[in-house]
């Protein structure tokens, strides 16, 4: 699940790069930043499931 999540954010962020140069617009740079904070928010979630069930599991 979090390589399937990590390849569709790959795909996102190359495609709002190519957009932001194609079009020059900022609303693209925008939603790319947004993608990137939104995805590290996820990441720290995920991190601390991971840290948590090691924690209470073992």
Do not use: E, P
């Not at 020059?24 to 991190?47: E, G, R, W």
């Amino acid at each position: 699940m979090m390589r399937l999540t990590f390849v569709l954010l790959v795909i996102a962020t190359m495609v709002l790069l190519g957009l932001y140069l194609l079009y020059d617009d900022k609303k693209y740079l925008q939603y790319f930043k947004k993608l990137i904070k939104y995805s590290l928010y996820l990441a720290m979630v995920a991190a601390v499931l991971f840290l948590l069930r090691r924690i209470f599991y073992v």
